[in-house]
């Protein structure tokens, strides 16, 4: 049986053509190695830690309570809940290209975990490389979930491309960087590796509308 939404197992099979190329086309036009290093901070910031831990496992509430004391002073904002997701309530997805309102929330809490990384950072506690990774991951589970919202199969489809050619972006990119606190990215220095994501969704949608109108053609004869 296939995945609620789809047609069947063929259109999930394209999803994940879809998601190899966007990944592998992201890889090759940032021209990147996707071996982490290691962080040289031996004496993480705990406080940081126990926030991002928090954040990345746990309800908001829990979440919230875990945040540094002196976070909203040294940072300028305080973390709130989005569709219950603790975040930057300025935050955005930071993409050059209009990506799904649905990933709002997901992007402002990601926001919030690279904040905390940058929190421990400047204080000369950096966090470990399994710290970035872990807000990572989360975005990875919230940006997909966020597109169960639509309610048709292909509009689904599409949302779910966009997701994957996020999380693949935001985690070359942490490779990249090398795991480390998080540096500051432009529209420019994005701009190549996104282009490439966006021909490859452009890609995907057309065959899954070619599919789809062939489908509705044979329906009518």
Avoid: K
Avoid at 69 to 92: C, I
Wanted: aromatic fraction near 4%; hydrophobic fraction near 40%; include cysteine.
């Amino acid at each position: 049986m296939g995945a609620p939404g789809f047609e069947g197992g063929r259109m999930l099979t394209r999803h994940l053509a879809l998601r190899t190329v966007a990944v592998a086309g992201l890889a090759s036009a940032a021209g990147l190695s996707l071996a982490p290093s290691a962080s040289s901070s031996p004496t993480p910031d705990t406080a940081a830690e126990s926030a991002v831990r928090a954040l990345t496992s746990e309800p908001a509430g829990v979440a919230d309570s875990a945040v540094p004391q002196d976070f909203s002073r040294r940072f300028g904002y305080q973390p709130t809940t989005t569709d219950g997701l603790l975040g930057d309530p300025t935050g955005d997805c930071s993409s050059p290209v209009p990506l799904p309102g649905e990933f709002v929330a997901a992007c402002r809490q990601h926001d919030l975990g690279y904040d905390l990384l940058r929190y421990a950072g400047r204080s000369g506690r950096a966090l470990p490389p399994e710290a970035r990774r872990a807000v990572d991951d989360r975005l990875a589970i919230e940006l997909p979930r966020s597109c169960s919202t639509r309610p048709g199969g292909l509009s689904r489809a599409h949302c779910l491309a966009w997701a994957e050619i996020a999380e693949g972006f935001v985690r070359i990119n942490s490779a990249r960087q090398g795991y480390d606190v998080p540096e500051s990215e432009t529209a420019l220095s994005i701009a190549p590796a996104v282009g490439v994501g966006v021909a490859a969704l452009a890609f995907g949608a057309s065959r899954l509308t070619d599919r789809r109108g062939s489908t509705h053609g044979q329906v009518a004869r």
